[in-house]
């Protein structure tokens, strides 16, 4: 599909030239015709993968299963990678006794499907099991490490990217509910908490991509950030949190937010993002968890406002060359706080936000395919959007990747 169709902004941060010279039985490919298609976006379009958990495990059947494996298409047809739930609360109901098996087989499951992975999120004060309020805070910090180097060890080479501490700019300040990493990360304070969670994974994996991730905004969260790097932490991506469910951040607001992060020079994932097809939750609400409905349901309105801005939204970020994923939270409607963000409604039925992303995902921002003839010493020569490509001939193929 030709390319000049893309915004200046796109084609600078997601074009680039590729020369591939295609060799069959140890000799140049010479004047073959050689089709070429793209089969991946190098670009992490994503969403939590939580409805392949019972699905990968056998624990569907009859009109129920039938339902997964059509969100689960849906779901293929249009992301590469999926965030898989490490709560801690809830993988380890009991103290040793871990759902490994459960969330392997889901790992697994789109691991065979060609995805990239991430695990959410191995420190996190919310959601801590309360089988840790009775301990002394030795022991929670002795048993946090033993679990990240647990689990990243168990996961290695299937799960080898990870939200390592999620929320600190609030971990110490937390006030909700008693938990266990509150009371260490106020013993500890923020960034010797964060050095010793962020040094176990890297020893646990050292191949593993590390985030830091965050809902806060303000200036709190870039001047922790800044702190952590000054005190000689390192982590591989910056984690921006976008739930809108008060309304869209607009163009604008999205590009303030990350150019207060542009000067570390990292990369960044927008790993929780949604917008609402219904009614807009109060601005007045500061914590997004107090804001109760039973009944919170798509209309006709409201699916149109939301393709609109999710438009918007993808479009500005994969225009920024900073950011490299993009995952949205969640992507059946009714997940996190009953809200109708997904992108299929409860009934599995297609929203309009679906249909225009699919439109630019593997449209508008993919190249498709295309036949092409090789020169005399067997190059092609082309301009592709990044990812992973093919090219497949009489009697051969090839697969390649066009980086920049």
Not at 9 to 31: H, T
Not at 138 to 145: A, K, S, T
Request: glycine share 8%; with cysteine.
């Amino acid at each position: 599909m030709p390319i000049s169709h893309l915004s200046p902004e796109i084609r600078k941060a997601r074009v680039a030239r590729a020369e591939i010279n295609l060799v069959q039985d140890g000799k140049p490919l010479a004047n073959r015709e050689v089709t070429v298609r793209q089969v991946r976006h190098k670009f992490m379009f994503g969403s939590t993968g939580w409805d392949a958990i019972p699905l990968a495990n056998g624990m569907l059947s009859g009109a129920a299963k039938e339902k997964a494996e059509q969100h689960m298409d849906r779901f293929c047809d249009l992301f590469n990678q999926a965030t898989l739930p490490f709560y801690w609360a809830n993988f380890e109901k009991e103290r040793g006794k871990p759902n490994t098996q459960a969330i392997m087989k889901a790992a697994l499951w789109f691991k065979e499907r060609g995805f990239v992975l991430k695990g959410h999120p191995l420190c996190w004060h919310t959601l801590a099991p309360d089988w840790l309020l009775g301990l002394s805070n030795d022991e929670i910090r002795r048993l946090q490490v033993e679990r990240i180097r647990r689990d990243m060890s168990d996961f290695a080479g299937v799960i080898d990217m990870w939200d390592v501490v999620n929320e600190a700019v609030i971990m110490p300040v937390f006030d909700r509910y008693d938990n266990g990493l509150t009371r260490l990360c106020k013993e500890m304070s923020r960034i010797p908490l964060l050095r010793l969670m962020f040094q176990t994974a890297r020893e646990t994996n050292p191949k593993a991509t590390l985030l830091i991730n965050d809902f806060d905004m303000s200036s709190a969260y870039d001047i922790l950030i800044e702190g952590c790097l000054e005190a000689g932490l390192k982590f591989d991506v910056i984690g921006i949190q976008s739930h809108m469910h008060q309304g869209y951040w607009g163009v604008e607001k999205t590009l303030r937010i990350l150019e207060h992060f542009e000067r570390f020079n990292l990369p960044i994932h927008f790993t929780e993002t949604n917008l609402v097809s219904g009614a807009i939750m109060p601005k007045e609400i500061e914590d997004l968890n107090d804001f109760k409905a039973k009944e919170w349901p798509s209309t006709p309105e409201g699916e149109e406002r939301q393709a609109r801005e999710l438009v918007l939204h993808y479009e500005t970020l994969f225009a920024h060359p900073l950011v490299e994923a993009l995952t949205y939270w969640d992507f059946v409607d009714g997940g996190w706080l009953n809200a109708p963000a997904g992108l299929l409604r409860k009934d599995g039925s297609v929203k309009p936000g679906y249909e225009e992303l699919h439109r630019r995902i593997k449209g508008d921002w993919w190249f498709g395919e295309e036949k092409m003839m090789t020169d005399a010493q067997g190059k092609i020569a082309f301009e592709g959007i990044l990812g992973t490509y093919e090219a497949v001939w009489e009697g051969g193929q090839a697969q390649f990747v066009v980086e920049k």
